[in-house]
């Protein structure tokens, strides 16, 4: 059973705008979620995480909003380059060690 | 320094071979795991280590072996694997969640071991 969603395997923005990247989950005893960046035949690279006692966290072009009535979130990328062109995986933690990841959306930038 | 290293980056085994694989982090993160990760799938937790001891096994067949010899290392021992296990094998580490409190853990990835079984 799929507990945390991407349900858009891919997306497609113009360079300069924004991109926004979704996420649900099932599991209301999530505390902490993050965003993760894919290159082919890489490791993810971790971009920015959020704790479920805050709804928006900020850093530098990256944002993710979390409603947890919703039980979604939310990564935006603004302005979206090139460069930005990767897999985005969310990924949700748990009391214990165990991360749940979505399926990934492919995220294309187009100059 | 949040650098996860994993070795070998490629590794090519016939079914009746025996190999290793190596993961090493100094971030003094207590908590390690291993993931398999096919084309187009997310990440599959395979193993979590919390300090040095085994926690989690997600059902995994034993011809994968986990090891965590000391707190910067872990193994994965591979033995009469099938071609279906090819993958990339992804190690990561965490800061182990104390108890009680909001978790800030960040889960940082190495850049995996890409594996092909003949």
């Known amino acids: 059973d799929q507990q945390v969603k991407q349900n858009s395997p891919s997306l497609s923005v113009q360079e300069g705008r924004i991109s926004i990247l979704n996420c649900d989950y099932t599991?209301?005893?999530?505390?902490?979620f993050l965003w993760y960046k894919k290159y082919p035949a890489e490791g993810p690279t971790f971009l920015i995480s959020?704790?479920?006692?805050?709804d928006k966290n900020e850093d530098g072009r990256f944002t993710v909003f979390l409603n947890k009535s919703a039980k979604h979130l939310s990564l935006h990328i603004v302005p979206s380059q090139p460069g930005d062109s990767a897999v985005y995986f969310c990924?949700?933690?748990?009391?214990?060690?165990?991360?749940?990841f979505g399926t990934g959306t492919s995220l294309t930038v187009i100059p | 320094d949040t650098e996860v290293t994993q070795t070998p980056k490629h590794l090519v085994m016939g079914m009746t071979n025996k190999k290793s694989l190596k993961c090493e982090q100094h971030?003094?993160?207590?908590?390690m795991y291993w993931y398999k990760q096919k084309a187009k799938k997310p990440p599959e937790l395979m193993f979590v280590?919390?300090?040095?001891?085994?926690?989690i096994n997600e059902s995994v067949p034993s011809r994968f072996s986990p090891e965590c010899p000391n707190s910067s290392l872990l193994n994965l021992h591979l033995h009469a694997l099938q071609p279906e296990d090819s993958a990339l094998y992804l190690c990561?580490?965490?800061?182990?969640?104390?108890?009680?409190?909001?978790?800030?853990?960040?889960?940082?990835f190495g850049p995996g071991t890409r594996l092909t079984v003949l």
């Open positions: 599991n209301s005893m999530f505390d902490y």
């Open positions: 280590y919390s300090y040095e001891k085994l926690s």
């Open positions: 990561a580490s965490s800061q182990v969640r104390l108890r009680g409190g909001t978790s800030t853990d960040t889960q940082y």
């Open positions: 971030m003094g993160h207590r908590a």
């Open positions: 990924a949700a933690k748990r009391r214990g060690n165990q991360f749940y």
């Open positions: 959020i704790s479920s006692i805050k």
